[in-house]
């Protein structure tokens, strides 16, 4: 989280933030540590948007690899 926080802009910041969910969720590890540093980093809003498109990819990629 440091790193998104110094090194790279908030926009990419929230696209890696919804990347890394995406692909923690059907490799079954735990996100919730990267939602909250998201709602930290980027506030509320960004952070709930960036966690919750990740999430929705996340789900689609465990359908699309369940099918």
Known sequence: ???L???VP???GCVCV???TALGTPLMLTTTPL???AGALYGVWLGTAAT???AVAGA????V???
């Open 10 to 12: 908030s926009g990419l």
């Open 60 to 63: 689609w990629l465990c359908f």
């Open 52 to 54: 919750l498109v990740g």
């Open 65 to 67: 690899i369940a099918r």
């Open 1 to 3: 989280m440091h790193w």
């Open 18 to 20: 919804a990347g890394f």
């Open 35 to 37: 939602n909250v540093g």
């Open 5 to 7: 926080d110094t090194a």
